[in-house]
């Protein structure tokens, strides 16, 4: 895998967690619908597009919980602290360069130095 590829992989659990969120936001306006406007949205409909959607985000959740844990696992692999740290905010916690050279006391420039260079390392 090249680099490219590695990040888009590593990406693809900001991307799920995303989606999630969308998820948990069309359940929540379809939920309000049913208990809101009755006549135009019957409750019966709203409570199935809101049960087929708890279905839909339980599976997602569980894809991002499997996820996790392998990219965890993918990361931690690595011989060093700092590298993995880097990866670990940058794709778990979802943070910026900025964000993670603010915390670990690193130029935002060495920050995305170390990110290639974690990424690169990775066995993917």
């Known amino acids: 895998m090249n680099y490219e590829e590695k ?20 359940k929540k306006k379809w939920f309000d619908r049913a208990l809101k406007i009755k ?20 599976y ?16 931690n692999k690595l011989d060093d602290e700092i590298l993995r740290r ?6 778990i916690n979802i943070k910026t360069f900025e964000e993670i050279a603010e915390q670990i006391g690193y130029s935002e420039k060495q920050i995305s130095r170390l990110h290639k260079k974690a990424v690169m390392l990775l066995d993917l």
């Open 86 to 91: 880097v990866l670990f905010l940058k794709y």
């Open 7 to 26: 990040k888009k992989f590593l990406e693809s659990y900001k991307f799920l967690d995303l989606h999630i969120d969308a998820l948990l936001d069309e």
């Open 39 to 58: 006549q135009i949205y019957p409750t019966a409909e709203c409570m199935r597009k809101v049960m087929t959607l708890e279905e839909e985000i339980d």
């Open 60 to 75: 997602n959740v569980d894809c991002l919980v499997d996820l996790r844990r392998n990219i965890n696992k993918k990361i």
